[in-house]
Protein backbone atom coordinates (compact mmCIF):
# COMPACT_ATOMS: atom_id res chain seq x y z
CA UNK A 1 0.00 0.00 0.00
CA UNK A 2 1.19 3.57 -0.81
CA UNK A 3 2.89 4.88 2.41
CA UNK A 4 1.05 8.70 0.87
CA UNK A 5 -2.02 6.95 1.38
CA UNK A 6 -1.51 5.66 4.36
CA UNK A 7 -0.63 8.86 5.59
CA UNK A 8 -4.14 10.40 4.38
CA UNK A 9 -6.17 11.76 7.34
CA UNK A 10 -9.93 11.89 6.42
CA UNK A 11 -11.29 13.86 10.03
CA UNK A 12 -11.63 17.37 7.18
CA UNK A 13 -13.60 16.03 4.93
CA UNK A 14 -16.14 14.51 7.66
CA UNK A 15 -16.41 17.32 9.54
CA UNK A 16 -17.22 19.70 6.67
CA UNK A 17 -19.39 16.94 5.31
CA UNK A 18 -21.46 17.63 8.99
CA UNK A 19 -21.69 21.41 8.42
CA UNK A 20 -23.05 20.86 4.99
CA UNK A 21 -25.82 18.82 5.84
CA UNK A 22 -26.24 20.96 9.19
CA UNK A 23 -26.80 24.07 6.91
CA UNK A 24 -28.75 22.30 4.50
CA UNK A 25 -31.08 21.19 6.97
CA UNK A 26 -31.30 24.60 8.44
CA UNK A 27 -32.08 25.61 5.23
CA UNK A 28 -34.73 23.20 4.68
CA UNK A 29 -36.11 23.84 7.86
CA UNK A 30 -36.26 27.84 6.97
CA UNK A 31 -38.49 26.88 3.53
CA UNK A 32 -40.47 24.63 5.86
CA UNK A 33 -41.15 27.24 8.21
CA UNK A 34 -41.58 30.11 5.27
CA UNK A 35 -43.99 27.41 3.51
CA UNK A 36 -46.27 27.00 6.84
CA UNK A 37 -46.11 30.82 7.40
CA UNK A 38 -47.27 31.29 3.79
CA UNK A 39 -50.01 28.83 4.48
CA UNK A 40 -51.05 30.18 7.56
CA UNK A 41 -51.43 33.84 5.88
CA UNK A 42 -52.54 32.87 2.60
CA UNK A 43 -54.07 29.54 2.40
CA UNK A 44 -54.56 27.40 5.73
CA UNK A 45 -57.24 30.50 6.84
CA UNK A 46 -60.29 31.92 5.02
CA UNK A 47 -59.54 35.46 3.61
CA UNK A 48 -61.54 38.04 1.27
CA UNK A 49 -59.85 40.11 -1.01
CA UNK A 50 -61.29 43.40 -1.87
CA UNK A 51 -60.52 46.99 -3.34
CA UNK A 52 -61.25 49.91 -2.62
CA UNK A 53 -61.11 53.70 -3.81
CA UNK A 54 -60.00 56.66 -1.87
CA UNK A 55 -60.17 59.36 -2.85
CA UNK A 56 -57.93 61.37 -0.75
CA UNK A 57 -54.53 60.26 1.73
CA UNK A 58 -56.06 57.82 4.08
CA UNK A 59 -55.25 55.65 7.25
CA UNK A 60 -56.82 52.10 8.29
CA UNK A 61 -56.73 50.54 11.93
CA UNK A 62 -58.02 47.23 11.97
CA UNK A 63 -61.79 47.68 9.90
CA UNK A 64 -61.75 51.44 9.93
CA UNK A 65 -60.74 53.65 7.37
CA UNK A 66 -60.40 57.18 8.16
CA UNK A 67 -59.74 59.46 5.06
CA UNK A 68 -59.54 63.48 4.69
CA UNK A 69 -60.98 65.69 7.43
CA UNK A 70 -60.87 62.74 10.03
CA UNK A 71 -64.12 60.94 8.05
CA UNK A 72 -63.92 57.64 9.47
CA UNK A 73 -66.12 54.74 7.13
CA UNK A 74 -66.00 51.09 8.30
CA UNK A 75 -64.81 48.24 5.21
CA UNK A 76 -66.57 45.54 6.50
CA UNK A 77 -68.99 44.65 9.49
CA UNK A 78 -68.17 42.58 12.44
CA UNK A 79 -70.99 41.84 15.24
CA UNK A 80 -69.54 39.08 16.06
CA UNK A 81 -66.64 39.68 18.64
CA UNK A 82 -65.58 35.63 18.26
CA UNK A 83 -64.93 36.43 14.70
CA UNK A 84 -61.33 37.51 14.52
CA UNK A 85 -59.36 38.69 11.76
CA UNK A 86 -56.54 41.03 10.65
CA UNK A 87 -55.26 42.83 7.34
CA UNK A 88 -52.62 42.34 4.85
CA UNK A 89 -52.02 45.49 2.82
CA UNK A 90 -48.68 45.40 0.46
CA UNK A 91 -48.05 41.97 1.85
CA UNK A 92 -47.92 43.53 5.37
CA UNK A 93 -49.56 42.07 8.38
CA UNK A 94 -51.54 44.41 10.44
CA UNK A 95 -53.34 43.52 13.43
CA UNK A 96 -55.85 45.36 15.02
CA UNK A 97 -54.47 47.98 16.65
CA UNK A 98 -51.76 48.84 14.20
CA UNK A 99 -52.17 51.45 11.44
CA UNK A 100 -51.96 51.97 7.71
CA UNK A 101 -51.34 55.03 6.02
CA UNK A 102 -52.31 55.31 2.11
CA UNK A 103 -50.02 57.95 1.04
CA UNK A 104 -52.27 59.04 -2.27
CA UNK A 105 -55.69 58.44 -3.50
CA UNK A 106 -57.12 56.12 -5.63
CA UNK A 107 -57.19 52.04 -5.65
CA UNK A 108 -55.79 50.50 -2.87
CA UNK A 109 -56.43 46.32 -1.94
CA UNK A 110 -56.50 44.99 1.36
CA UNK A 111 -56.64 41.25 2.57
CA UNK A 112 -59.35 40.62 5.33
CA UNK A 113 -57.88 37.11 6.93
CA UNK A 114 -59.94 35.47 9.57
CA UNK A 115 -58.73 33.40 11.71
CA UNK A 116 -61.49 31.40 12.09
CA UNK A 117 -64.41 29.71 9.88
CA UNK A 118 -67.38 32.16 8.90
CA UNK A 119 -70.91 30.66 8.91
CA UNK A 120 -72.56 33.71 7.80
CA UNK A 121 -71.36 36.63 5.29
CA UNK A 122 -75.15 37.98 6.01
CA UNK A 123 -74.43 42.41 5.69
CA UNK A 124 -70.69 41.89 5.67
CA UNK A 125 -70.21 44.61 3.63
CA UNK A 126 -73.45 46.07 3.41
CA UNK A 127 -73.31 50.07 2.34
CA UNK A 128 -69.26 50.12 1.98
CA UNK A 129 -68.97 53.02 -0.54
CA UNK A 130 -65.50 52.47 -0.59
CA UNK A 131 -65.79 49.41 -1.93
CA UNK A 132 -64.92 48.61 -5.67
CA UNK A 133 -64.03 45.60 -5.96
CA UNK A 134 -64.42 41.77 -4.16
CA UNK A 135 -63.22 38.15 -4.60
CA UNK A 136 -63.93 35.70 -2.01
CA UNK A 137 -62.65 32.85 -3.95
CA UNK A 138 -60.29 32.07 -1.12
CA UNK A 139 -63.21 31.72 1.77
CA UNK A 140 -63.64 29.34 3.35
CA UNK A 141 -67.56 28.42 2.47
CA UNK A 142 -68.31 24.83 3.61
CA UNK A 143 -70.62 26.36 6.72
CA UNK A 144 -71.81 29.38 5.09
CA UNK A 145 -75.35 29.39 5.03
CA UNK A 146 -76.23 32.87 4.52
CA UNK A 147 -75.21 35.80 1.97
CA UNK A 148 -78.20 37.91 3.21
CA UNK A 149 -77.29 42.03 2.17
CA UNK A 150 -73.79 41.19 1.92
CA UNK A 151 -73.23 43.43 -0.66
CA UNK A 152 -76.97 45.94 0.06
CA UNK A 153 -76.33 49.07 -1.10
CA UNK A 154 -72.73 49.06 -2.24
CA UNK A 155 -73.35 51.58 -4.57
CA UNK A 156 -69.32 52.11 -5.88
CA UNK A 157 -68.63 48.55 -6.47
CA UNK A 158 -68.18 46.73 -9.70
CA UNK A 159 -66.43 43.46 -9.81
CA UNK A 160 -67.27 40.63 -7.64
CA UNK A 161 -65.82 37.23 -8.18
CA UNK A 162 -67.28 33.79 -6.22
CA UNK A 163 -65.21 31.03 -6.89
CA UNK A 164 -66.00 28.33 -3.91
CA UNK A 165 -65.12 24.47 -4.43
CA UNK A 166 -66.56 23.67 -1.02
CA UNK A 167 -69.91 25.25 -0.67
CA UNK A 168 -73.32 23.45 -0.03
CA UNK A 169 -75.39 24.90 2.84
CA UNK A 170 -76.38 28.46 1.09
CA UNK A 171 -80.05 28.61 1.40
CA UNK A 172 -80.13 32.74 1.83
CA UNK A 173 -78.78 34.75 -0.89
CA UNK A 174 -81.83 37.96 -0.50
CA UNK A 175 -81.36 41.42 -1.53
CA UNK A 176 -77.37 40.21 -2.31
CA UNK A 177 -76.42 43.32 -4.40
CA UNK A 178 -79.33 45.41 -3.85
CA UNK A 179 -78.71 48.77 -5.45
CA UNK A 180 -75.33 47.87 -6.58
CA UNK A 181 -76.28 49.80 -9.94
CA UNK A 182 -72.48 50.32 -10.27
CA UNK A 183 -71.63 46.74 -10.40
CA UNK A 184 -71.20 45.00 -14.60
CA UNK A 185 -69.18 41.96 -13.33
CA UNK A 186 -69.70 39.02 -11.64
CA UNK A 187 -68.33 35.44 -11.71
CA UNK A 188 -70.45 32.80 -9.81
CA UNK A 189 -69.02 29.22 -9.61
CA UNK A 190 -70.62 27.62 -6.48
CA UNK A 191 -73.31 25.40 -5.25
CA UNK A 192 -76.59 26.76 -4.66
CA UNK A 193 -78.31 23.72 -4.73
CA UNK A 194 -79.85 24.46 -1.27
CA UNK A 195 -80.63 28.11 -1.95
CA UNK A 196 -84.17 29.32 -0.83
CA UNK A 197 -84.06 32.94 -1.27
CA UNK A 198 -83.16 34.81 -4.43
CA UNK A 199 -85.57 37.76 -3.46
CA UNK A 200 -84.03 40.69 -4.79
CA UNK A 201 -81.04 39.89 -5.36
CA UNK A 202 -79.87 42.04 -8.58
CA UNK A 203 -82.73 44.70 -8.11
CA UNK A 204 -81.49 47.88 -9.26
CA UNK A 205 -78.44 46.56 -10.68
CA UNK A 206 -78.78 49.26 -13.35
CA UNK A 207 -75.42 48.84 -15.34
CA UNK A 208 -74.68 44.87 -15.70
CA UNK A 209 -75.56 43.75 -19.26
CA UNK A 210 -74.97 40.34 -18.54
CA UNK A 211 -75.24 37.63 -15.70
CA UNK A 212 -74.30 34.16 -16.70
CA UNK A 213 -76.00 31.73 -14.58
CA UNK A 214 -74.39 28.41 -15.92
CA UNK A 215 -73.15 27.64 -12.78
CA UNK A 216 -75.65 27.90 -10.44
CA UNK A 217 -78.44 25.52 -10.63
CA UNK A 218 -80.54 26.15 -7.30
CA UNK A 219 -83.07 22.88 -6.79
CA UNK A 220 -85.32 24.38 -3.72
CA UNK A 221 -86.20 28.09 -4.44
CA UNK A 222 -88.96 29.25 -2.83
CA UNK A 223 -88.62 33.01 -3.19
CA UNK A 224 -87.73 35.29 -6.56
CA UNK A 225 -89.63 38.50 -6.09
CA UNK A 226 -88.10 41.42 -7.42
CA UNK A 227 -84.71 39.18 -8.59
CA UNK A 228 -84.17 41.22 -11.36
CA UNK A 229 -86.41 44.23 -10.46
CA UNK A 230 -84.31 47.75 -12.11
CA UNK A 231 -81.55 45.50 -13.88
CA UNK A 232 -82.60 47.80 -17.00
CA UNK A 233 -79.33 47.07 -19.25
CA UNK A 234 -79.58 43.12 -19.00
CA UNK A 235 -81.01 41.73 -22.74
CA UNK A 236 -81.22 38.16 -21.64
CA UNK A 237 -81.83 36.26 -18.91
CA UNK A 238 -81.45 32.50 -19.05
CA UNK A 239 -83.23 30.12 -16.24
CA UNK A 240 -82.94 26.82 -17.93
CA UNK A 241 -80.57 25.53 -14.95
CA UNK A 242 -82.98 26.83 -12.56
CA UNK A 243 -86.00 24.17 -10.39
CA UNK A 244 -88.93 26.55 -9.90
CA UNK A 245 -91.11 23.47 -9.07
CA UNK A 246 -91.01 24.91 -5.60
CA UNK A 247 -91.30 29.01 -6.35
CA UNK A 248 -94.05 30.51 -3.86
CA UNK A 249 -93.82 34.38 -4.94
CA UNK A 250 -92.36 36.03 -8.35
CA UNK A 251 -93.74 38.94 -7.58
CA UNK A 252 -92.58 41.73 -9.95
CA UNK A 253 -89.16 39.53 -10.65
CA UNK A 254 -88.38 41.01 -13.77
CA UNK A 255 -90.25 44.37 -13.36
CA UNK A 256 -88.42 47.58 -14.91
CA UNK A 257 -86.06 45.43 -17.29
CA UNK A 258 -86.52 47.93 -19.60
CA UNK A 259 -83.42 46.37 -22.14
CA UNK A 260 -84.55 42.89 -21.79
CA UNK A 261 -85.40 40.70 -24.96
CA UNK A 262 -85.31 37.22 -24.06
CA UNK A 263 -86.48 35.33 -20.88
CA UNK A 264 -85.81 31.63 -20.81
CA UNK A 265 -87.30 29.36 -18.50
CA UNK A 266 -86.49 25.41 -17.32
CA UNK A 267 -88.86 22.91 -18.48
CA UNK A 268 -90.17 22.50 -14.81
CA UNK A 269 -93.40 23.74 -13.81
CA UNK A 270 -94.14 26.23 -10.96
CA UNK A 271 -96.76 24.21 -9.65
CA UNK A 272 -96.46 25.75 -6.30
CA UNK A 273 -96.54 29.33 -7.15
CA UNK A 274 -99.06 31.62 -5.62
CA UNK A 275 -97.51 35.11 -6.40
CA UNK A 276 -96.58 37.02 -9.54
CA UNK A 277 -97.57 40.25 -9.71
CA UNK A 278 -96.22 42.54 -11.54
CA UNK A 279 -93.88 39.84 -13.00
CA UNK A 280 -93.02 41.31 -16.36
CA UNK A 281 -94.48 44.38 -15.78
CA UNK A 282 -92.55 47.38 -18.06
CA UNK A 283 -90.10 44.81 -19.67
CA UNK A 284 -90.60 47.11 -22.72
CA UNK A 285 -88.53 45.56 -25.31
CA UNK A 286 -90.06 42.22 -24.88
CA UNK A 287 -91.25 40.77 -27.98
CA UNK A 288 -92.03 37.20 -26.96
CA UNK A 289 -93.11 35.23 -24.17
CA UNK A 290 -93.33 31.29 -23.37
CA UNK A 291 -94.60 31.12 -20.37
CA UNK A 292 -95.67 27.66 -20.89
CA UNK A 293 -94.36 25.92 -17.63
CA UNK A 294 -95.89 28.98 -15.17
CA UNK A 295 -98.58 27.92 -13.47
CA UNK A 296 -101.31 29.85 -11.95
CA UNK A 297 -103.55 27.45 -9.94
CA UNK A 298 -102.55 29.17 -7.01
CA UNK A 299 -102.93 32.66 -8.01
CA UNK A 300 -105.94 35.06 -7.34
CA UNK A 301 -103.67 38.15 -8.17
CA UNK A 302 -102.23 38.53 -11.64
CA UNK A 303 -102.37 42.51 -11.52
CA UNK A 304 -99.70 44.03 -13.37
CA UNK A 305 -98.76 41.14 -15.19
CA UNK A 306 -97.56 42.34 -18.68
CA UNK A 307 -98.13 45.85 -17.98
CA UNK A 308 -95.94 48.07 -20.00
CA UNK A 309 -94.74 45.34 -21.97
CA UNK A 310 -95.15 47.40 -25.00
CA UNK A 311 -93.77 45.30 -27.74
CA UNK A 312 -95.53 41.97 -26.83
CA UNK A 313 -97.79 41.03 -29.96
CA UNK A 314 -99.32 37.97 -28.63
CA UNK A 315 -99.66 36.46 -25.29
CA UNK A 316 -100.59 32.83 -24.97
CA UNK A 317 -102.73 32.55 -21.64
CA UNK A 318 -104.22 29.19 -22.44
CA UNK A 319 -102.43 27.55 -20.13
CA UNK A 320 -103.50 29.74 -17.25
CA UNK A 321 -106.19 28.25 -14.59
CA UNK A 322 -107.35 31.34 -13.20
CA UNK A 323 -110.19 29.38 -10.68
CA UNK A 324 -108.50 31.28 -7.99
CA UNK A 325 -108.13 34.81 -9.76
CA UNK A 326 -109.59 37.78 -7.67
CA UNK A 327 -107.57 41.07 -9.62
CA UNK A 328 -106.36 41.41 -13.08
CA UNK A 329 -105.68 45.29 -12.53
CA UNK A 330 -103.57 46.51 -14.83
CA UNK A 331 -102.93 43.25 -15.93
CA UNK A 332 -102.23 44.11 -19.83
CA UNK A 333 -101.93 47.94 -18.90
CA UNK A 334 -100.01 50.08 -21.74
CA UNK A 335 -99.56 46.32 -23.96
CA UNK A 336 -99.72 49.16 -26.85
CA UNK A 337 -98.35 46.19 -29.77
CA UNK A 338 -101.18 43.54 -28.55
CA UNK A 339 -103.05 42.53 -31.25
CA UNK A 340 -104.99 39.50 -29.84
CA UNK A 341 -105.92 37.63 -26.99
CA UNK A 342 -107.20 34.30 -25.74
CA UNK A 343 -109.44 35.00 -22.48
CA UNK A 344 -111.00 31.33 -23.11
CA UNK A 345 -109.31 30.13 -20.01
CA UNK A 346 -110.66 33.35 -17.72
CA UNK A 347 -113.52 31.63 -16.29
CA UNK A 348 -112.90 32.98 -12.74
CA UNK A 349 -116.13 32.79 -10.39
CA UNK A 350 -114.00 35.25 -7.65
CA UNK A 351 -112.90 37.91 -10.35
CA UNK A 352 -113.33 41.81 -8.80
CA UNK A 353 -111.27 44.06 -9.39
CA UNK A 354 -110.45 44.43 -13.27
CA UNK A 355 -109.18 48.42 -13.23
CA UNK A 356 -107.25 49.35 -16.06
CA UNK A 357 -106.75 45.93 -17.35
CA UNK A 358 -106.53 46.55 -21.01
CA UNK A 359 -106.08 50.45 -20.74
CA UNK A 360 -103.66 51.50 -23.89
CA UNK A 361 -104.05 48.30 -25.58
CA UNK A 362 -104.27 50.49 -28.67
CA UNK A 363 -104.00 47.98 -31.20
CA UNK A 364 -106.70 45.54 -30.32
CA UNK A 365 -109.32 45.21 -32.02
CA UNK A 366 -111.83 42.84 -29.90
CA UNK A 367 -112.08 41.32 -26.41
CA UNK A 368 -114.12 38.63 -24.84
CA UNK A 369 -114.69 38.57 -21.39
CA UNK A 370 -117.93 36.39 -21.81
CA UNK A 371 -116.32 33.13 -20.29
CA UNK A 372 -116.01 35.22 -16.83
CA UNK A 373 -118.44 33.80 -14.14
CA UNK A 374 -118.09 36.35 -11.31
CA UNK A 375 -121.18 38.13 -10.92
CA UNK A 376 -119.98 40.46 -8.47
CA UNK A 377 -117.18 42.75 -10.13
CA UNK A 378 -116.93 45.76 -8.48
CA UNK A 379 -114.42 48.08 -10.06
CA UNK A 380 -114.37 48.05 -13.82
CA UNK A 381 -112.29 51.66 -13.90
CA UNK A 382 -110.33 52.42 -17.34
CA UNK A 383 -111.08 48.82 -18.00
CA UNK A 384 -110.81 49.74 -21.70
CA UNK A 385 -109.81 53.09 -21.57
CA UNK A 386 -107.82 53.81 -24.75
CA UNK A 387 -108.40 51.40 -26.48
CA UNK A 388 -108.19 53.14 -30.16
CA UNK A 389 -108.51 50.38 -32.15
CA UNK A 390 -111.03 48.32 -29.94
CA UNK A 391 -114.12 47.70 -32.22
CA UNK A 392 -116.08 44.48 -30.50
CA UNK A 393 -116.42 43.82 -26.61
CA UNK A 394 -118.15 41.12 -24.71
CA UNK A 395 -118.64 41.65 -21.45
CA UNK A 396 -119.34 39.04 -18.55
CA UNK A 397 -123.13 38.10 -17.99
CA UNK A 398 -125.69 38.73 -15.59
CA UNK A 399 -123.31 41.01 -13.62
CA UNK A 400 -124.36 42.80 -9.88
CA UNK A 401 -122.27 44.99 -7.77
CA UNK A 402 -119.75 46.65 -9.57
CA UNK A 403 -119.28 50.29 -7.43
CA UNK A 404 -117.48 52.02 -9.83
CA UNK A 405 -117.39 52.53 -13.64
CA UNK A 406 -115.62 55.62 -14.08
CA UNK A 407 -114.26 55.83 -17.49
CA UNK A 408 -114.27 52.42 -18.17
CA UNK A 409 -114.78 52.77 -22.42
CA UNK A 410 -113.36 56.40 -22.32
CA UNK A 411 -111.47 56.84 -25.81
CA UNK A 412 -112.55 53.90 -27.40
CA UNK A 413 -112.53 55.68 -30.56
CA UNK A 414 -113.42 53.09 -32.78
CA UNK A 415 -116.08 51.49 -31.02
CA UNK A 416 -119.80 51.80 -32.92
CA UNK A 417 -122.06 49.58 -30.35
CA UNK A 418 -121.43 48.27 -26.50
CA UNK A 419 -124.58 45.58 -25.02
CA UNK A 420 -124.50 46.67 -21.37
CA UNK A 421 -127.58 44.29 -20.65
CA UNK A 422 -125.10 42.06 -18.30
CA UNK A 423 -125.23 44.99 -15.84
CA UNK A 424 -128.44 43.72 -14.26
CA UNK A 425 -130.10 45.85 -11.04
CA UNK A 426 -127.30 47.24 -9.59
CA UNK A 427 -128.03 49.01 -6.19
CA UNK A 428 -124.24 49.38 -5.76
CA UNK A 429 -123.24 51.41 -8.85
CA UNK A 430 -122.06 54.87 -7.23
CA UNK A 431 -119.79 56.57 -9.96
CA UNK A 432 -119.57 56.41 -13.65
CA UNK A 433 -118.03 59.99 -14.81
CA UNK A 434 -116.49 59.99 -18.16
CA UNK A 435 -118.28 56.36 -19.24
CA UNK A 436 -117.87 56.57 -22.69
CA UNK A 437 -115.95 59.77 -22.82
CA UNK A 438 -114.58 60.70 -26.66
CA UNK A 439 -116.49 57.21 -27.82
CA UNK A 440 -116.74 59.03 -31.04
CA UNK A 441 -117.89 56.17 -33.31
CA UNK A 442 -120.63 55.30 -31.06
CA UNK A 443 -123.77 54.82 -32.47
CA UNK A 444 -125.79 52.65 -30.37
CA UNK A 445 -125.62 52.00 -26.14
CA UNK A 446 -128.12 48.90 -25.30
CA UNK A 447 -128.55 49.93 -21.16
CA UNK A 448 -130.37 47.20 -18.96
CA UNK A 449 -133.30 47.60 -16.83
CA UNK A 450 -131.24 48.85 -13.78
CA UNK A 451 -132.49 50.63 -10.15
CA UNK A 452 -128.78 53.00 -9.41
CA UNK A 453 -130.01 54.17 -6.29
CA UNK A 454 -126.80 55.24 -5.13
CA UNK A 455 -125.56 56.64 -8.16
CA UNK A 456 -123.88 60.07 -7.56
CA UNK A 457 -121.77 60.67 -10.21
CA UNK A 458 -122.57 61.03 -13.50
CA UNK A 459 -120.64 63.65 -15.11
CA UNK A 460 -119.20 63.71 -18.32
CA UNK A 461 -120.85 59.78 -18.58
CA UNK A 462 -121.60 60.57 -22.70
CA UNK A 463 -118.94 63.42 -23.21
CA UNK A 464 -117.99 63.99 -27.25
CA UNK A 465 -120.15 60.93 -28.08
CA UNK A 466 -120.60 63.22 -31.26
CA UNK A 467 -121.94 60.19 -33.55
CA UNK A 468 -124.78 58.73 -30.45
CA UNK A 469 -128.28 59.85 -31.62
CA UNK A 470 -130.59 58.07 -29.16
CA UNK A 471 -130.11 57.35 -25.16
CA UNK A 472 -132.50 55.46 -23.86
CA UNK A 473 -132.22 55.60 -19.83
CA UNK A 474 -136.02 55.20 -19.17
CA UNK A 475 -135.37 52.44 -16.86
CA UNK A 476 -132.29 53.48 -15.33
CA UNK A 477 -133.82 54.70 -11.76
CA UNK A 478 -131.56 57.13 -9.73
CA UNK A 479 -133.04 58.79 -6.10
CA UNK A 480 -129.21 60.16 -5.04
CA UNK A 481 -127.54 61.70 -7.96
CA UNK A 482 -125.50 64.69 -7.59
CA UNK A 483 -122.99 65.34 -10.65
CA UNK A 484 -123.86 65.28 -14.20
CA UNK A 485 -121.90 68.12 -15.63
CA UNK A 486 -120.72 67.93 -18.85
CA UNK A 487 -122.60 64.53 -18.88
CA UNK A 488 -123.91 65.02 -22.40
CA UNK A 489 -121.56 68.19 -23.50
CA UNK A 490 -120.80 67.86 -27.38
CA UNK A 491 -123.58 65.01 -28.59
CA UNK A 492 -124.50 66.86 -31.25
CA UNK A 493 -125.56 64.60 -33.41
CA UNK A 494 -127.84 63.29 -30.37
CA UNK A 495 -131.97 63.46 -31.20
CA UNK A 496 -133.93 61.37 -28.32
CA UNK A 497 -133.12 61.75 -24.60
CA UNK A 498 -134.95 59.71 -22.30
CA UNK A 499 -133.99 60.02 -18.35
CA UNK A 500 -137.54 59.91 -17.31
CA UNK A 501 -136.48 57.73 -13.90
CA UNK A 502 -133.56 60.33 -12.78
CA UNK A 503 -134.54 61.78 -9.77
CA UNK A 504 -132.59 65.24 -9.76
CA UNK A 505 -134.03 66.55 -6.51
CA UNK A 506 -130.30 66.37 -4.94
CA UNK A 507 -128.68 67.47 -7.66
CA UNK A 508 -125.68 70.11 -6.93
CA UNK A 509 -123.76 70.62 -10.31
CA UNK A 510 -125.04 70.27 -13.74
CA UNK A 511 -123.05 72.98 -15.65
CA UNK A 512 -122.70 72.30 -19.16
CA UNK A 513 -124.36 69.20 -19.22
CA UNK A 514 -126.44 69.62 -22.34
CA UNK A 515 -123.60 72.00 -23.92
CA UNK A 516 -123.10 71.27 -27.88
CA UNK A 517 -126.45 69.45 -27.78
CA UNK A 518 -128.79 69.98 -30.79
CA UNK A 519 -131.46 72.32 -29.29
CA UNK A 520 -133.97 70.68 -31.10
CA UNK A 521 -133.27 67.16 -28.81
CA UNK A 522 -136.49 65.67 -27.73
CA UNK A 523 -135.58 65.16 -23.89
CA UNK A 524 -138.01 63.40 -21.75
CA UNK A 525 -137.76 63.54 -18.24
CA UNK A 526 -139.82 63.97 -15.30
CA UNK A 527 -140.53 67.19 -14.12
CA UNK A 528 -141.91 66.26 -10.48
CA UNK A 529 -138.58 65.30 -9.35
CA UNK A 530 -136.72 67.73 -10.99
CA UNK A 531 -134.60 70.46 -9.37
CA UNK A 532 -134.17 73.91 -10.52
CA UNK A 533 -130.43 73.87 -11.20
CA UNK A 534 -131.07 70.54 -13.69
CA UNK A 535 -133.74 72.65 -15.62
CA UNK A 536 -131.79 75.70 -15.85
CA UNK A 537 -129.21 73.15 -17.47
CA UNK A 538 -131.78 72.92 -19.92
CA UNK A 539 -132.80 76.72 -20.82
CA UNK A 540 -131.26 76.47 -24.77
CA UNK A 541 -133.24 73.47 -25.51
CA UNK A 542 -136.12 73.95 -27.70
CA UNK A 543 -138.13 70.65 -27.28
CA UNK A 544 -138.53 69.64 -23.61
CA UNK A 545 -140.89 67.17 -22.78
CA UNK A 546 -141.99 66.62 -19.07
CA UNK A 547 -142.96 62.75 -18.56
CA UNK A 548 -146.67 64.38 -17.40
CA UNK A 549 -147.65 66.14 -20.36
CA UNK A 550 -146.92 62.62 -22.78
CA UNK A 551 -149.03 59.78 -23.13
CA UNK A 552 -147.19 56.54 -22.34
CA UNK A 553 -148.12 55.94 -26.06
CA UNK A 554 -145.75 58.74 -26.92
CA UNK A 555 -142.51 57.06 -24.14
CA UNK A 556 -143.27 54.10 -26.77
Excluded at 82 to 94: S, T
Excluded at 138 to 149: F, G, H, N, P, V
Excluded at 213 to 226: A, E, G, I, R, V
Excluded at 394 to 417: R, V, W
Aim: negative net charge; proline residues 1%; charged residues 20%.
Amino acid sequence: MDESFENFNLDGFVIKDKEYRRNRMIKIIKIIVLVLFILVILGGITYIVIKILTKDYGKIICKYLTIADNETIDLINIYDDNIKFYLLINKEKYEQKNTHTFEKAGEHEVTFVFKNKLNSLEFLFKEKQALIEADLSQLEADEITSMKRLFFNCINLKKVKFDFTECRNIEDMSNLFWNCYSLNDIIFNFDTSKVLDMRGMFEYCSSIKKINFDNLSPKNLKYMDFMFNGCSKLTSIDLSNFNLENVIDMTFTFQNCHNLKEIKFPNTLTNNLYLMKGIFSNCSNLTELNISSIRTNNIDDMSHIFSGCSKLKEIDTTAFNTSMLSTMEKMFYGCSSLEKIDLSKFTSKKLRYVLNAFNGCTSLTEVDLSYVKSIFIDYTCFLFANCINLKSIKLPKNLFGAKSINSTFENCTSLSSIDLSSFLDNQDLNTAPDLFKNCISLINITFPKMGANLLVNASGMFYGCINLQSINLGEVTTNNIKYVEEMFYGCHSLIYLNISQFNTLKLLNANGTFKGVDKNITLIFDDKITNDIFRNSMENLSIINSISDITMFDLD
